[in-house]
């Protein structure tokens, strides 16, 4: 465990730590690299830490600028009841006073949804949309994925099977990718988290806001991810209904977590000339 932590540490040291206001708080965003801007949002029951094999490969050539939304991480909580518009408006509120201009937003998961719902009330600020295994699509009819519950359990070893279950059953579709870094990322954002994410994936909040998106839009989505319930090849087709050429990859082997589970492949594919 010393040595994932110190791994976390040296890569969180070659950032610029900055903030914007989040209610009563602050919103703390990790900057790497030069060059144009690109947004990473992370999942529910995350840190900028999911991106933690993604920041310092993308900013060889852009700014990387990561934030722990409000209610995660080191962030301040957003006001009590907020949901995915307000946060959104929070990230948005972020974007503009550090970014400068119009960014390249990439959203994982619960990220997704924070993302769209940016892009769709704050054109000015989003250049391309990218939606990594977005919920919010509909697709799941509310349906809640076995998880185990973990806080009320005293043992430590108690503990890291239960988030382990919970990798292999949201996460990561090869168990053996479940490493220690995987763990100590999943245990430790679980402890800080502040915000049930699980009911506004499991809806279709997404589908609206993403119809009034006027950034292009692309997807990335693993094969194998247990979000979308088997249900795939729709999520092209809803892409495609707000921009005709959105593309939508598919990572082979690889769940919900693609861009820790196939890092290498999805930053490959992220950098990818745009249309």
């Known amino acids: ?39 990473l949002l992370h999942g529910g ?22 934030p722990d939304m409000p209610g995660f991480g080191d962030s301040a909580s957003p006001p009590k009841g907020s949901g995915v518009p307000a946060i959104a408006g929070i990230v948005a509120d972020g974007i503009a006073r550090l970014a400068g201009g119009p960014v390249q937003l990439v959203g994982f998961s619960f990220g997704g949804l924070v993302a769209g719902n940016l892009a769709a009330a704050r054109p000015e600020l989003v250049s391309r949309l990218v939606l990594v295994g977005a919920g919010g699509l509909g697709l799941r009819d509310g349906k809640k994925l076995p998880l185990v519950a973990w806080r009320h359990l005293k043992e430590e070893a108690e ?9 292999a059953n949201l996460m990561l579709w090869d168990e053996s990718k479940i490493d220690a870094l995987a763990l100590h990322i999943q245990s430790h954002n679980a402890q800080r988290s502040r915000i049930n994410s699980g009911p506004f994936s499991r809806g279709d909040v997404l589908l609206e806001p993403l119809s009034r998106v006027k950034a292009p839009i692309d997807g990335i989505w693993g094969r194998h991810d247990t979000t979308v319930a088997g249900r795939l ?43």
């Not at 029951?45 to 990561?66: D, E, F, Q, Y």
């Not at 503990?159 to 990798?167: I, T």
């Not at 729709?234 to 082997?253: H, K, M, S």
Request: aromatic share 6%; with cysteine; proline share 7%.
């Open 233 to 275: 090849a729709e999520v092209g087709p809803i892409l495609r209904r707000t921009d005709p050429q959105a593309t939508l990859n598919i990572v082979d082997d690889a769940g919900h977590w693609v861009i820790y589970e196939s890092a290498e492949e999805f930053n490959r594919l992220l950098l990818e000339p745009g249309r």
């Open 159 to 167: 503990r890291a099977a239960a988030h382990r279950h919970n990798l």
């Open 45 to 66: 029951t995350g840190s900028w830490t999911h991106w933690i094999r993604n920041v310092l490969p993308l900013s060889a050539g852009h700014t990387v600028m990561v």
């Open 1 to 39: 465990m010393p040595k994932t932590k110190n791994m976390i540490a040296e890569i969180a040291a070659q950032a610029l730590r900055v903030a914007s206001p989040c209610a009563d708080g602050e919103l703390v965003w990790h900057c790497w690299g030069s060059g144009p801007p690109m947004v």
